[in-house]
T-cell receptor, first 110, second 115 residues
């Protein structure tokens, strides 16, 4: 079993749709959590950190449930430019070692 | 501001050849990470450095891979001898400090093809 598992993709949605991605992690000692975005043939870029209380950045909302070891990302009013692969990322200790999920591909269609 | 700079952007070489990938982290960042990305295995951490010292190299696939960080502004990842299964995109990333909460900033990557 992978340490970080994500919804299999691809997700194909129309513009304006709301889409949710889920992620589970296996190590209960994990300390910090992120969503990264990766465009085709580009480098991963930080989308947002995920805090226990949940956090929002514009159309994006991230949630963390430590008891269930579950992370989610909600995208509202999706845009064509949201098309990318979304990577769930976990840091399981105080070092800098990030564990990346396999990613979920999102394709937003006109 | 300059981001993480990697070179070369693309490398095509024949198996058995030595390959050297280079990385310049963001100025002031003291942690540097080397990753490899393939379709089959996704993004994997190979090795990371704090203050130029290797901290965790458990992801380095085998002895053919080596990494150095001679100073705070430069790192290399070397493969010798290279094999076709080493073909992948290699990313370098840096962060301000190596703790749980600092995001990592990635370079554009080196697309490596071993024939």
């Amino acid at each position: 079993r992978k340490e970080v598992e994500q919804d299999p993709g691809p997700f194909n949605v129309p513009e304006g749709a709301t889409v949710a991605f889920n992620c589970t992690y296996s190590n209960s000692a994990s300390q910090s959590f992120f969503w990264y975005r990766q465009d085709c043939r580009k480098e991963p870029k930080l989308l947002m950190s995920v805090y226990s209380s949940g956090n929002e950045d514009g159309r994006f909302t991230a949630q963390l449930n430590r008891a269930s070891q579950y992370i989610s990302l909600l995208i509202r009013d999706s845009k064509l430019s949201d098309s990318a692969t979304y990577l769930c990322v976990v840091n399981r200790n105080q070092g800098g070692k990030l564990i990346f999920g396999q990613g979920t591909e999102l394709s937003v269609k006109p | 501001d300059a981001g993480v700079i990697q070179s070369p952007r693309h490398e095509v070489t024949e198996m058995g050849q030595e390959v050297t990938l280079r990385c310049k982290p963001i100025s002031g960042h003291n942690s540097l990470f080397w990753y490899r990305q393939t379709m089959m295995r996704g993004l994997e951490l190979l090795i990371y450095f704090n203050n130029n010292v290797p901290i965790d190299d458990s992801g380095m696939p085998e002895d053919r891979f080596s990494a150095k960080m001679p100073n705070a502004s430069f790192s290399t990842l070397k493969i010798q001898p290279s094999e076709p299964r080493d073909s992948a995109v290699y990313f370098c990333a840096s962060s301000l400090v190596s703790n749980s909460y600092q995001p990592q900033h990635f370079g554009d990557g080196t697309r490596l093809s071993i024939l």
